[in-house]
């Protein structure tokens, strides 16, 4: 078991390394399932791997200048209030409403993947080409930070996938300083959550630095493949990845007869139709036009 714990932790890290997001949706269930941890302890536990991880897979990102470090600061900083008071907030919801929140959690996160960044922006640039501010609004950027790190200190999740469309969008940046600045944030957001959760739960740091290890082992594999590998492959197949354990984790906390009723299906099949929806039409903007 403590094999297969360590291998799945390698994939925290290089979800985090490539995608700059992905951590907390693969460490949650593994500390939960493989490892057999509570729901909150397992929550509390991801923030710590995750926090750690992030730094370690920011480094290259930062050595190759591909962080915009006062956007991130900026960012972070209103994460992290939202972070610690949504931390807080978990002492007081039980842990299966917890997990429940997260596989919704992640079924949103999947379509946002599936559905990629959106077209109609400038093409990536040279980091040194563009301003170290690229900030637009800061009413919009505090309002997103603290919503994302209430949602991260809350569940354990939501941190990178929501971040990096943020920066994108409200920071102006483009996808590859996005995920590199996104860890940064990740790891303010994460430290901070922790910090609302530590005076509730009662950490197992053996398993954690494990844990930890492994992933950031694979975050630095992970951040040097950025780039090399095509995103929109990894975006997708990662995606209906984070599907199919969104289901697992709902299947395991909804009793028998949620799943007998018929709303239960026919929300889970417009989510899978949104899913699709949002490939087919990821793809068709992708597609080269012919005049």
Not at 21 to 50: C, D, H, M, R
Request: positive net charge.
């Amino acid at each position: 078991m403590t094999v297969l714990v360590v291998g799945a932790s390698l994939l925290i890290g290089v979800s985090l390394g490539v995608l700059g997001g992905g951590g907390s949706i693969l460490t949650v269930p593994i500390l939960v399932y493989l490892a057999g941890q509570g729901a909150k302890e397992a929550i509390a536990t991801s923030l710590f791997v995750v926090g750690v991880t992030s730094l370690a897979a920011l480094v290259p990102h930062a050595r190759a200048r591909r962080v915009r470090w006062r956007t991130g600061l900026l960012f972070g900083a209103f994460s992290m209030a939202g972070a610690y008071g949504g931390g807080r907030l978990a002492e007081h919801v039980p842990g299966g409403v917890l997990l429940v929140g997260f596989a919704l959690m992640m079924l949103a996160t999947a379509v946002a993947m599936l559905r990629g960044p959106r077209r109609g922006r400038a093409p990536d640039r040279p980091a040194e080409a563009l301003p170290e501010s690229g900030g637009r609004t800061l009413g919009g950027i505090a309002a997103k930070g603290l919503a994302v790190g209430a949602v991260t200190g809350l569940v354990g999740s939501g941190g990178g996938f929501l971040v990096v469309p943020a920066l994108a969008i409200l920071g102006g940046l483009p996808m590859g300083l996005a995920v590199g600045t996104s860890l940064l944030v990740i790891a303010m957001n994460s430290f901070a959550g922790l910090a609302g959760h530590v005076t509730g739960v009662t950490i197992d740091w053996g398993l954690a630095l494990t844990v930890t290890a492994a992933a950031v082992l694979g975050s630095t594999a992970g951040a040097r493949l950025a780039g090399r590998i095509p995103q929109d492959t990894l975006r997708t197949a990662f995606g209906w990845f984070v599907v199919a354990m969104g289901v697992l984790v709902l299947a395991r906390q909804l009793p028998p007869a949620v799943w007998a009723h018929p709303a239960t299906w026919a929300v889970l099949g417009a989510g899978c139709g949104s899913a699709a929806t949002a490939v087919i039409g990821s793809r068709a903007r992708r597609a080269p036009r012919h005049p």
